[in-house]
């Protein structure tokens, strides 16, 4: 009596690995299917992805719209390619996207950073406010441009750092494209102490900064009278440097130089300025 009770559950288990063996002997050629279906996937979806930045290259495509559309039609195919893969796999698309409603609120909070990324990335490359060279600033980070991609913007910083800046930071805070322009405004502020020759020395300071090498002409340099202090008179030289070729600060270091010298030959000396 004993025996035959313990034989029926062993039976049952029995019959019931049965059945998993044959479930799974008949579902091996559908997850064979899946599996082809996922490794063409991939290769398609890199093989559109590249065929799209090479089309958009022959048409002189900007490369940010290059990177735009071809990271879109990368995640396009792969999109279509899952889901060919699932139906071979013999997955029921209607209760999977049924079951994955609550998921997909929680996977949203959990990625809600890359997905901020990700979108903030697109967002970039589509309004282009700078571009790779370009030295922006925010206020975590600031340096050269050196790669635009969709997720995170790689920077120089002056230091020589490498910085990777989630795209989420360059969206949302104020950003500076120092090079945007053309031409970049210098300000330099000097002291000529009373009993110094003025007019002598404001003619030899704009001399200096017609001449500098980088200076634009267009608007021409000016030296303006700030403020009359009680030791000096204190003066703003303001010029423009052509930022393409020229680095404004080196710029301004050469003037300052040049300046100095042409103020020691005639005599001339200036004062300190108050920072």
Request: charged residues 25%.
């Amino acid at each position: 009596m004993g025996t035959a009770a313990l034989d029926r559950p062993l039976d049952r288990l029995g019959d019931a690995f049965s059945e998993f063996g044959d479930s799974f002997v008949h579902q091996v050629p559908h997850l064979l299917a899946a599996l082809v279906a996922i490794v063409l996937t991939v290769l398609v979806a890199r093989s559109v992805r590249r065929g799209t930045e090479r089309v958009l290259s022959r048409a002189d495509a900007p490369r940010h719209v290059r990177v735009v559309v071809a990271t879109l039609a990368f995640y396009v195919a792969g999109a279509i390619g899952l889901v060919v893969a699932l139906s071979l796999g013999g997955v029921d698309l209607a209760v999977l996207i049924g079951s994955l409603g609550l998921a997909t609120v929680a996977l949203g909070f959990a990625l809600q950073d890359i997905v901020s990324n990700f979108t903030a990335g697109i967002v970039l490359l589509l309004e282009h406010p700078f571009t790779e060279g370009d030295h922006i600033a925010i206020e975590e980070a600031e340096g050269d441009v050196e790669d635009i991609r969709v997720r995170a913007t790689r920077l120089r910083a002056p230091d020589g750092q490498l910085v990777i800046v989630p795209n989420k930071l360059l969206f949302t805070q104020v950003l500076t494209n120092s090079t945007a322009t053309v031409t970049r405004r210098v300000e330099v502020r000097l002291e000529i102490p009373y009993g110094q020759d003025a007019a002598k020395a404001r003619e030899l300071v704009l001399a200096a900064a017609a001449e500098a090498d980088g200076v634009s002409d267009d608007p021409a340099p000016r030296l303006l009278l700030q403020e009359l202090g009680q030791d000096a008179r204190r003066l703003r030289l303001v010029f423009w440097v052509d930022a393409r070729g020229h680095e404004p600060q080196a710029v301004r270091s050469r003037l300052l130089e040049d300046a100095e010298q042409r103020l020691e030959r005639a005599g001339i000396s200036l004062a300190p300025a108050e920072p």
